[in-house]
Every structure is written in C-alpha cells, then in structure tokens.
C-alpha cells in the first residue's frame, strides 16, 4: 500500500524558515515526481513546486519562487520542502503528492503558521 506521510510544519515568526519532508512506503519515491501543495480555508489549493522523477528538476510558482526547494533524500525514502522568508500568505496546510499508476496519492497535510 502506497502512503505518504507529511511532517515538519509549525508555528515559525514571518521571516523565518521551516522545513517540510513527505516520507513514503509503498513505494521507492525517488522513482516518481512529487508536487507539494497548500490549501487555506475557503481558498483553492495551490501548487508551490514539484520535483520530477527526471533528472529531478524542479518547478515552481513565481509566488515562492527563490524562497521554496525541493529536493529528495533517497537515503530516506522522502523529499524535502525547505522554505524560507516565509511571511503570513504562506499560512496553510501543506500537502505531498505523487501519481502512481494515474492514482494520485497525498499526505495527510501538515499545518504551517507564520506569525507576524
């Protein structure tokens, strides 16, 4: 059964950093892409980067642009989102994805909270 396991968020002061890290089973996850994505209350969710399972390039939105990245520890069986100057927008529960046989499967989502 493939399960992905979200962790590392909290409360952290506006300017500060956090990281997040979506831990698999299931699967070897270094072998797919994984999207990290956000969701506030009574907004729509949001992407805020992927990894890709080629080459492990990565992609993100102009709005965390030079402040997120992503990147794999295979040792782990995980990937990481380090963020950094984070500020009150990026407030929200933050979700891991990855696609398995046109299954997508996500994280249970861990709440990050930037205080001002």
């Known amino acids: 059964e493939v399960q992905l396991q979200a962790s590392g968020g909290g409360l952290v002061p506006s300017g500060g950093s956090l990281r997040l890290s979506c831990a698999a089973s299931?699967?070897?996850?270094?072998?797919?892409?994984v999207g990290w994505f956000r969701r506030v209350p009574g907004k729509q969710s949001e992407g805020v980067g992927c990894i890709s399972s080629k080459n492990d390039n990565t992609y993100y939105p102009d709005l965390v642009k030079g402040r997120f990245t992503i990147s794999r520890d295979n040792a782990k069986n995980a990937v990481h989102l380090q963020m950094s100057s984070l500020n009150i927008e990026d407030t929200a529960v933050y979700y891991c994805n990855t696609r398995l046989r046109m299954t997508d499967y996500w994280g249970q989502g861990t709440q990050v909270t930037v205080s001002s």
């Open positions: 299931g699967i070897t996850l270094k072998d797919y892409s």
